[in-house]
């Protein structure tokens, strides 16, 4: 095994379980690997997916159903992409959190994960998260993992589908899984960095939210009203025109310490409320976004990250779905998914993202490694 960093890229988008992962493992001769990473679509049989998987791959494999994926041409959808890093500087362990609804289950995960490390005290880890995207648990997971870790880099994304309501998977020894998450170690002497980007700052007008069902993140009522009309009239169109797609271009963002927080709508109801990919509760004071450009925020983030990384590898990203939403509203899907991949990016299109002890979402969150002296 070599000490420098081999990354082989791969896609397929054979319809066949078995004749996809064959496709895929000619491409990316991951006999030796240090770790399989794949996104799929959730159109396949996953059961048959997760053996022929387990067959063909013998060493660590993490990956989950997405909601289009981040390939070497851009987005794309439906089918597989993955990647194989291999390198002797190199391990991964992936740990399977479940039922998520146990919460003792992820500090238990990150007791084991500080141990490993305590044992392998030359290499540097960090922790790569996949969580079942429609578990409304990604809060509570992070917290106590971030808790056991302390300092130790977390990025992540939650598992998504694209858009048929088939459920969000992650996958893990063979098996798909929901209600769950898997939490990968990676541990290494290679050079690694993590960043967060959002493109999305806030504008002029503030709102409360006046009512709302923390734990199922809805929102009844903002300034007192009913949610969706009222943020449909302050961004200036009737509600029958409201939309995630709209919304995603003026989000809701919570401010403090200096940083700002994108609370992206998920749905508009029926009864007027709206759902949100993430934490949202009564009393929030929170601004209405307005966006800047992709490639300018983009481009800030990669040359903070190669700042410490010189030169990048593979980039293991982790893209909301609202900005893709966004992105092909404005003509711009093709433009920032060609960036991406020119940036090395593997990756998929996420129900939220995690970063350190946060789950966020309309961002781009990515750990970006080196290839090694």
């Known amino acids: 095994m070599t000490d420098r960093l081999l990354v082989r890229r791969a896609r397929s988008v054979l319809s066949d379980e078995h004749a996809a992962v064959l496709e895929l ?7 030796n690997a240090s770790v399989v990473v ?3 679509s959730e159109a396949y049989d996953l059961p048959r997916l997760g053996r022929a998987l387990a067959e063909t791959f013998p060493g660590p ?26 390198s002797s500087q190199l391990r991964a362990s992936p740990h399977l959190i479940s039922p998520l609804s ?8 990150g007791y084991h994960v500080v141990a490993e490390l305590v044992r392998s005290s030359s290499r540097k880890g960090f922790g790569v998260l996949l969580i079942d995207g429609h578990s409304g648990a990604e809060e509570r997971t992070i917290s106590a993992l971030f808790e056991v870790l302390g ?17 969000t998977f992650v996958y893990h020894a063979g098996a798909f899984h929901q209600n769950a998450a898997v939490f990968t170690l990676f541990e290494t002497t290679l050079p690694f960095s993590t960043f967060k980007v959002q493109h999305v700052v806030p504008g002029r007008t503030k709102v409360v939210i006046t009512e709302a069902d923390a734990g199922r993140r809805l929102v009844y009522e903002i300034n007192g009203k009913p949610a969706a009309a009222e943020y449909a009239r302050l961004i200036g169109i009737h509600p029958v025109e409201l939309t995630p797609v709209v919304s995603a271009e ?4 919570w401010s403090v310490g200096g940083e700002h927080f994108v609370r992206g709508i998920r749905a508009v109801n029926a009864d007027g409320s709206l759902s949100f990919y993430c934490a949202i509760e009564t009393g929030l004071v929170l601004s209405i976004g307005e966006p800047t450009s992709a490639l300018a925020a983009l481009d800030e ?4 990250a190669t700042e410490r990384v010189v030169s990048p590898a593979v980039v293991l990203g982790f893209d909301c779905v ?9 003509g711009e899907a093709d433009t920032v998914g060609h960036y991406l991949a020119s940036q090395t990016v593997v990756g998929f299109c996420t129900y939220g993202e995690q970063f350190g002890s946060l789950h966020v979402n309309q961002t781009f969150t990515a750990v970006v490694i080196g290839g090694g002296d």
């Open 151 to 167: 300092d130790v880099p977390l990025v992540g994304g939650s598992a998504a589908d694209e858009h048929t309501n088939a459920g």
């Open 322 to 330: 609202s900005r893709r939403r966004e992105f092909e509203r404005r």
């Open 301 to 304: 983030g990669f040359a903070r």
């Open 61 to 86: 494999v993490m990956g989950c159903t997405s909601a289009g994926q981040i390939a070497d041409t851009g987005y794309v959808d439906g089918g597989i992409t993955a990647v194989s890093l291999t």
């Open 250 to 253: 003026h989000p809701l963002i």
């Open 102 to 109: 146990d919460s003792n289950a992820a500090a238990e995960v």
């Open 38 to 40: 794949f996104y799929c």
């Open 25 to 31: 493992n000619a491409q990316l001769q991951a006999d």
